[in-house]
């Protein structure tokens, strides 16, 4: 005989347990990866600091706000743990644009408050438009109007500020304090790392625009053969035991106690509004219901019947097959939505018929997420798209980058769907789940996602627009800006990987769902789409890039475009000087 315990609060306690457990240890973990990676970019331990120093007070502050916000929008505690993830990857990755950018002008001969000025009117404003795109994309989540999705949304968007208004403010005052010191604490690498990490982009690039035509078709149907398997993407909320992988004792019986005894399983609650005289007839109506419901072996006894004191309300609970959350159960409330409480219930004249429920709460949820998604996607395409033709005064640059973009999220939810929606992954990455993706994490990971990847974009095209500004032939500026911004933009993508793996070790099905998803899109990324398809895309474009119709001429202008952007070039040489303006004069 084997004696075990479990229930609702025990389950729940041991739920509690493991998931902040591992949540508190991949919190400590974090720290000290990041500063490994920053080492490694920039050779000094107070130039790694300052960006690390950035991140964490920015994940600070937004959980801070997390207070304030809870009076306008419900907070579950799963917001903490997404400001953790985004407020650390974008914090370390805007102060890395930034100190990155100060320390190449002070090499070039500037001084200190030179090369501020420079990286103000520069990567200061870069980052700020890109900490615009990312808040922007992230409103997607408001779209379905769920509680949940917009407490998550609002502490998003709020780190996300805290970490662009510190990269603007008090990293810059950093630095001045700093100046020369900034480069203390050198570390010597073995081997020449650091060397051989500089020359792969540079060659990478050069083999690239050398083809690009050949390159880009390449690299696209990799991209595409990597989405392929997004195409049967199944959405639903993981069970109570897939939450974590069941090695607690209160975890493990509640397994067992479903499997063994069917009629312990999540109920569905029949809700019957009817007049008082209608009692007999619902009561009858009420045992076919049973009847059918256990023929059709979607519901086990015991059933419960219960009514308020003028029976005008009736409950009956009917124990779902499945454990709540697999296909069973919600083909279970499918049935009887569609066809056993129309033909019962719904004959007794004057009543009123709900299902309801945890597994029906989750159908509903399910159903109004993945109703809300295209048009989520479509808002956050057309606001990203709005600022970046602002930005660089182009309808080629933002629709280039939207495509890429989406090519990169379908990516990653192939990737999610080849891990997750099979077996294969469960015993490597410790997870049970019941063949689907947690159902909002496509919606998640799509508006977090288009937002981090447009920090590349707009940082490289940035500098690929400053240097075609000065003068330099398209083709040339591509080259020169993704050899300059390799070393930072890897070292960003590598501290967004490593964060975003780490939370892929959580216990949690749906954070680790989360975690591997957007470890995959970012270093998707970070290699195919701006290592091969972006420089390859631009090169076939060529002077095209700049392009902007006459009729959109009254756009406002940020400073990161023209004052006259150039129309199509039929020519690959040089761009004349008269056709492009002097940059934005600093103050």
């Known amino acids: 005989m084997t004696i075990a315990e479990t229930g609702d609060i025990s389950a729940g306690t041991a739920q509690n347990r493991v998931v902040n457990g591992s949540l508190n240890r991949v919190g400590l973990l974090a720290i000290p990866v990041t500063l490994v990676v920053l080492v490694l970019a920039f050779g000094s331990l107070v130039a790694a600091l300052v960006p690390l120093l950035l991140g964490v007070t920015a994940v600070a502050a937004g959980l801070g706000l997390l207070g304030p916000l809870s009076h306008a929008f419900p907070v579950q505690d799963s917001a903490k743990t997404v400001i953790m993830l985004i407020g650390l990857a974008v914090g370390v990755d805007y102060a890395l644009f930034y100190v990155a950018r100060s320390r190449q002008e002070r090499r070039a001969g500037a001084t200190p408050r030179q090369a501020l ?10 980052v700020v438009i890109s900490g615009c ?46 100046g020369p010191r900034i480069d203390a604490g050198r570390i010597r690498l073995p081997g020449g790392v650091r060397a051989r990490g500089g020359r792969f982009w540079p ?8 083809r690009p035509g050949a390159a ?5 149907g990799l991209l595409l053969a990597l989405a392929a398997p997004a195409l049967s993407l199944h959405m639903a909320q993981p069970s109570a035991v897939a939450l974590t992988a069941p090695d607690d004792p209160a975890l493990r019986t509640l397994a067992a106690v479903q499997a063994a005894f069917p009629g312990t399983g999540e109920p569905a609650f029949v809700i019957v509004q009817a007049p008082a005289a209608a009692r007999g007839a619902l009561a009858r109506q009420f045992a076919r219901l049973q009847a059918l419901a256990a023929r059709d072996k979607i519901a ?68 109004q997420v993945r109703g809300a998604l295209p048009y989520a996607i479509a808002l956050v395409l057309v606001l990203a798209f709005g600022l970046l033709l602002v930005t660089f005064g182009s309808v080629i640059v933002p629709a280039t980058a939207v495509t890429l973009n989406l090519l990169s999220a379908a990516a990653a939810y192939g990737v999610l769907v080849l891990v997750f929606q099979h077996t294969w992954a469960q015993p490597i990455l410790r997870f049970h789940g019941n063949g689907t993706i947690t159902a909002w994490l496509p919606l998640f990971l799509f508006v977090v996602l288009f937002g981090l990847s447009m920090d590349y974009h707009v940082f490289i095209l940035s500098r690929v627009r400053e240097a075609v500004t000065g003068g330099e032939p398209t083709r040339q500026a591509i080259a020169r800006s993704i050899s300059r911004t390799a070393g930072v933009i890897t070292a960003a993508a590598l501290v967004m990987v490593c964060v975003f793996a780490l939370f892929g070790t959580l216990a949690s ?66 761009v004349p000087r008269d056709r492009l303006a002097a940059p934005t004069p600093r103050g």
């Not at 000025?117 to 870069?126: F, I, N």
């Not at 989360?514 to 290592?531: C, F, P, S």
């Not at 390859?536 to 009254?554: F, K, Q, V």
Request: proline share 6%.
């Open 117 to 126: 000025e420079t990286t103000s009117a520069t990567s200061g404003r870069t």
């Open 133 to 178: 795109t990312v808040a922007l994309a992230v409103t997607g989540m408001f779209v379905p109007g769920l509680k949940v999705l917009n407490g998550i949304a609002a502490g998003t968007i709020a780190v996300i500020g805290c970490a662009v208004a510190g990269s603007v403010t008090v990293l810059p005052a950093v630095l001045t304090l700093l």
């Open 203 to 210: 060659a990478l690039t050069g083999r690239v625009l050398a």
């Open 216 to 220: 880009a078709a390449l690299a696209a």
């Open 300 to 367: 086990h006894p015991p059933f419960q019947n219960a009514a308020n004191a003028g029976h005008t309300a009736a409950e009956l609970s009917l124990p779902l097959t499945g454990d709540g959350a697999n296909a069973a159960s919600r083909q279970a409330i499918a049935t009887l939505r569609r066809t056993l409480v129309p033909d019962t219930v719904g004959h007794v004249p004057g009543a009123r018929a709900y299902v309801t429920g945890a597994t029906a709460g989750d159908v509903d949820f399910t159903s």
């Open 509 to 574: 099905l749906d954070i680790k769902q989360a975690g591997v998803g957007l470890a995959a899109a970012v270093l998707i990324d970070a290699t195919v789409i701006r290592g091969v398809l972006l420089p390859a895309t631009m090169a076939l474009l060529g002077e095209r890039n700049w392009y902007l119709p006459h009729w959109l001429a009254w756009l406002p202008r940020v400073g990161l475009q023209d004052q006259a952007a150039p129309g199509p070039a039929t020519a690959a040489g040089p």
